[in-house]
C-alpha cells in the first residue's frame, strides 16, 4: 500500500498536537509521529484530500498553527523500523494492574497484565489518551467468559486486554490491511487468540452479537455507524466509546440516546478526550 507523509510544525501544545491528530484522523490519516520540531502525517496515498487538509487547517482552534506544510510518497516502509527509531516509552496504564511496552523494551515489574505492541502502522501503543481511557474502563468490566467485538482495532490491545482479562472469544476488525496483520501478529506475542477480520462496519453482519462492544475510533464514523454497532450488542450488553472530545459528546448522547442506550459513566482524559460507557437496553 502506497502512504504519503504529510510533514508539518510541530503544535507547542500537547493539548493542541491531540486535537490536530483527532481532526486529521477524522479525513484518514491513521498514524503519526513527532520528529524534532516536525509533526509526520501519514495517509494512504488513494485517500488524501488537500483541500480537506486545508480545511483542517483553517478551523479556529488550530489558526495558531503554521499552514505549510509538505507532501511526499512513502511506500513499503518497514514500520517496525520507525517505530524503533522514533521510540515509545513504556506505559503503567493502571496501577499495578496493566503495562504496555514494545518488544524491544525490558519487561516492566509489579503489574497484573503486561501487553506487548509493536503496533507498526497500526495506531494504538498504549500512550495516547483515547486508548487509556478505554483500558481504564474495559478493566472495570468483569470480562470472564465475555464475548467481545474490537470495532477499529488498529494494533490490537483492546482485544489483547480482554482475552488476558478471561474474555470467551473476542473478534477484532479494521479495515485497514496493515491492521488487521498487525493485530494477529501482536496477538500471538501475547499468547492470546483473537479472530481479526479486514473489513469496515458491514463485516459485522457476519459476527454474532457479543457481550461487549468496543470501538475507539472517531465522532463521525461511530455516529454513523452507531445502529450498527447496537445491532451486534446483546440486550443488556456493554459499549464502550472513544476517539472524541469532551465538546463532542452531547452529539454522542444524542445518538446514544435515539438508539436506546444509557449511560454508565465516563472518563476525561487530558487534551479534552473522552471515553464513554453504555449498556444496551433494547430487549
Known amino acids: 500500500m502506497k502512504y504519503l507523509k504529510v510533514s508539518m510544525a510541530r503544535p507547542s501544545e500537547e493539548w493542541l498536537r491531540d486535537i490536530l491528530i483527532q481532526k486529521l484522523g477524522d479525513i484518514g490519516f ?3 509521529h513527532e520528529e524534532g520540531e516536525e509533526l509526520l502525517c501519514y495517509i494512504p496515498k488513494e485517500q488524501f484530500d488537500g483541500q480537506a487538509l486545508a480545511v483542517v487547517l483553517e478551523e479556529e482552534i488550530l489558526t495558531e498553527l503554521s499552514k505549510d506544510f509538505t507532501v511526499t510518497e512513502e511506500e513499503d ?3 517496525n523500523e520507525e517505530w524503533e527509531k522514533h521510540y515509545f516509552e513504556p506505559v503503567e496504564i493502571i496501577e499495578g494492574e496493566l503495562a504496555v511496552r514494545a518488544s524491544f523494551h525490558k519487561p516492566v ?10 503496533p507498526k502502522m497500526a495506531f494504538g501503543t498504549g500512550n495516547h489518551a483515547t486508548t487509556q481511557a478505554m483500558l481504564t474502563l474495559l478493566s472495570q468490566i468483569n470480562l470472564t467468559g465475555a464475548s467481545v467485538i474490537d470495532m477499529g482495532c488498529g494494533s490490537g490491545i483492546l482485544g489483547i486486554y480482554a482475552m488476558k482479562r478471561g474474555a470467551r472469544k473476542c473478534v477484532s476488525v479494521d479495515i485497514d490491511e496493515w ?4 493485530t494477529q501478529e501482536n496477538a500471538n506475542v501475547n499468547g492470546v487468540e483473537l479472530t481479526v477480520i479486514q473489513g469496515d462496519v458491514s463485516a459485522l453482519k457476519q ?4 457481550d461487549i462492544f468496543l470501538a475507539n475510533i472517531n465522532r463521525n464514523i461511530i455516529l454513523d455507524d452507531l445502529e450498527q454497532y447496537v445491532n451486534r450488542l446483546h440486550p ?4 464502550l466509546l472513544s476517539g472524541f472530545l469532551v465538546d463532542d459528546l452531547p452529539l454522542i448522547m444524542d445518538a446514544v440516546t435515539k438508539y436506546n442506550l444509557t449511560a454508565a459513566g465516563h472518563i476525561e482524559m487530558p487534551g479534552g478526550w473522552l471515553a464513554v460507557r453504555v449498556v444496551n437496553q433494547n430487549a
Not at 491492521?179 to 498487525?182: E, G, L, Q, W
Open 109 to 118: 515489574e509489579g503489574v497484573r497484565h503486561e501487553i506487548i505492541i509493536d
Open 77 to 79: 516502509l518497514n514500520w
Open 30 to 32: 491513521d498514524s503519526f
Open 179 to 182: 491492521s488487521v496483520a498487525n
Open 236 to 239: 443488556y450488553g456493554i459499549m
Open 207 to 210: 459476527i454474532p452479537r457479543s
